[in-house]
């Protein structure tokens, strides 16, 4: 009776594991990003919208939170469901009237740490439907933890400047990784399947496309953004 136990004890673990793909892909290639995108979604408010002179650290700023340095191309599985777990260190940050990063790519059930750095008196709130909160003004050095459930984009915005704006992509994947500067991207671990890519741009929005990988290789993908 135990032989037969064993037996069909190992014959489930076998089908269960075949059920699983083995081998591992790693997809590289290269996103192009037109020139003349615009840098920031100004709102309503002008009162607080006038542009002061920028200081080194301002220009440093603006030039890390150029939108072609915040793309994000992940990869969703269409024929298993991913583990997924909380990302590590995700901090949005506020320095010299600005969010940085300028788009925080996490997966769905992580805590973002809000954290004012600058030397005035900061306020991050989203209206995203599923995901509105407004975490209150806080004053300098000041650091508090939100919740991200929703999947999606949530754009984040600040009550008192106008000009501050950012956006957390919570992803239901944990295959993902941001674009660098020069528009490269590598993305490693990919089980055998069918997958839905997915490029996010700060101001040109979502492309997708299907793609599928398998025997354990890598594959380039390269990409075209056009603006809309």
């Not at 990003?33 to 607080?48: A, E, F, H, M, W």
């Not at 939170?65 to 777990?85: G, M, T, Y």
């Not at 990302?87 to 600005?98: F, G, H, L, R, S």
């Not at 501050?164 to 089980?191: H, Q, R």
């Amino acid at each position: 009776m135990m032989r037969i136990f064993s037996i069909l004890f190992y014959a489930l673990l076998l089908m269960n594991s075949a059920d699983v793909p083995l081998n591992k892909n790693k997809i590289v290639g290269k996103i192009s990003i037109p020139g003349d995108v615009p840098l920031v979604k100004r709102g309503s408010n002008q009162k607080y919208c006038e542009e002061e002179p920028a200081n080194p650290r301002k220009k440093q700023l603006q030039l890390e939170n150029h939108p072609n340095r915040h793309v994000v191309i992940s990869f969703h599985p269409l024929d298993f469901k991913a583990e997924i777990s909380p990302t590590p260190n995700a901090i949005v940050n506020q320095m010299e009237k600005t969010f940085s990063p300028k788009v925080l790519p996490i997966t769905a059930g992580s805590t973002v740490e809000f954290l004012n750095s600058d030397t005035e008196v900061h306020n991050i709130f989203s209206m995203t439907p599923r995901a509105s909160f407004n975490i209150g003004r806080r004053q300098p050095g000041k650091s508090i933890p939100q919740l991200i459930e929703k999947i999606g984009l949530v754009e984040l915005k600040c009550d008192i400047h106008c000009g501050m704006n950012a956006a957390i992509l919570s992803l239901d994947t944990p295959f993902f990784t941001k674009v660098n500067a020069s528009g490269n991207y590598e993305v490693d671990g990919l089980p055998d399947g069918n997958y839905r890519l997915q490029v996010y741009h700060y101001s040109l929005g979502f492309i997708e496309e299907n793609l599928t990988v398998k025997g354990g290789g890598v594959v380039t993908k390269n990409l075209n953004l056009v603006k809309p």
